[in-house]
């Protein structure tokens, strides 16, 4: 459910908890200009991040609600801390490369992916550090990692 408060006019706040209720109730008001506050729901931390408002609500319903976990947290990462705008953001999601879980586990299943761990021997792999690995390509800006909906996500540049 979410909140809107007309900032330009007296009007009371209002809930709604869809485009057609949004459209609805703003059509009955003579506000411009609304603060959005997410009030109950699965999204709020992800609401909150992209500053969803008047303008961007539309592309709330119709585009951001819908997205599965691994796709909320790449569209997190593209507007948090790239600063891409929400609608470019939502155009790149699926070119970012993008996993869940802890950075040398990533690390470790690039390598595999890429057959790297192919040729070491089975006697030296064991002894592979993937933590730090993983915290050296961080250092050098090949993995990037941050937490979202309580998950460890890690882009791979």
């Known amino acids: 459910m979410i909140q809107a408060q007309p900032l330009d006019s007296e009007e009371a706040a209002f ?13 009955e008001l003579e506000a411009e200009e609304y603060e959005m506050s997410y009030v109950s729901g699965p999204h709020e931390e992800l609401f909150d991040a992209l500053f969803i ?14 997205l599965k976990q691994i796709q909320r947290a790449a569209l997190y990462y ?13 155009e790149e999601l699926e070119q970012l490369a993008i996993l869940g879980g802890a950075a040398g586990d990533v690390a470790e299943e690039m390598l595999e992916e890429s057959g790297v761990i192919e040729r070491i021997p089975d006697e030296v792999r064991d002894y592979i ?29």
Do not use: C, M
Request: glycine share 2%; net charge negative.
């Open 15 to 27: 809930f709604f908890h869809s485009i057609e209720e949004w459209n609805s109730k703003r059509t």
């Open 78 to 90: 593209l507007y948090v801390f790239r600063a891409i705008p929400l609608a470019k953001s939502l």
């Open 129 to 157: 550090d993937w933590e730090r690995l993983a915290s050296d390509w961080s250092i050098a800006g090949k993995l990037i990692s941050f937490a979202y909906e309580g998950v460890n996500w890690v882009v791979v540049k």
């Open 53 to 66: 408002d008047h303008e961007t609500i539309q592309l709330w319903y119709e585009k951001v609600r819908e």
